[in-house]
């Protein structure tokens, strides 16, 4: 049963806001706010911030949840592409600001990425309204980014090696090769 069949009401969009994001590839390179990842490829493992602005009480009058409650910051990743997904660690929301990282193995993703940062809740508060979420895990507010890997026609992925080798000599991690 969803939150909104149950009545559960979403706190409002002024509550909490992306305050900046950036993916940093392993190579050093981090981009604020892509819409896309120029020179990406398969091999790069990178790792996606986002900082998030919340006003605290409003997010939780708004949400109809008691000021002792607890909230946390869930940041995650998904590609439809290749169909595999991902979550930070659940980060506290103490304070004004908070910042969540979350890690993107490599050879895990494809077509567009969708980070999704969630308000969740840690642990519900004594005085709720009736109405209100009062599970673990219940989402408070919600945003969600895409960024474009890659174009939507197949390709060939193309990497360069050492001359004299063969491609993906002692890889595990090969999901394809040529001989």
Do not use: C
């Not at 992306?18 to 990178?46: C, M, N, R």
């Not at 990743?77 to 969540?100: D, L």
């Not at 989402?139 to 004299?164: C, H, K, N, Q, T």
């Amino acid at each position: 049963m969803s939150a909104l069949s149950r009545g559960y009401r979403m706190s409002s969009t002024e509550a909490a806001s992306i305050l900046s994001w950036e993916i940093e590839v392993t190579d050093g390179v981090a981009l604020k706010s892509p819409q896309f990842l120029p020179d990406w490829s398969y091999f790069h493992p990178f790792s996606a911030t986002l900082k998030l602005q919340a006003d605290i009480p409003l997010l939780l009058h708004t949400a109809g949840v008691s000021d002792d409650a607890t909230i946390g910051l869930s940041l995650s990743w998904s590609t439809q592409k290749v169909g595999r997904s991902g979550v930070a660690e659940v980060v506290p929301i103490e304070a004004r600001e908070v910042t969540s990282i979350v890690q993107i193995p490599r050879g895990t993703v494809g077509g567009n990425l969708r980070l999704g940062a969630k308000v969740i809740m840690l642990e519900p508060g004594l005085a709720s309204d009736r109405f209100a979420p009062n599970e673990i895990g219940a989402i408070l507010w919600e945003e969600s980014i895409e960024v474009r890997l890659e174009g939507d026609a197949p390709r060939l992925p193309v990497v360069i090696i050492p001359d004299g080798e063969p491609p993906f000599s002692g890889s595990s991690n090969a999901r394809w090769h040529i001989w």
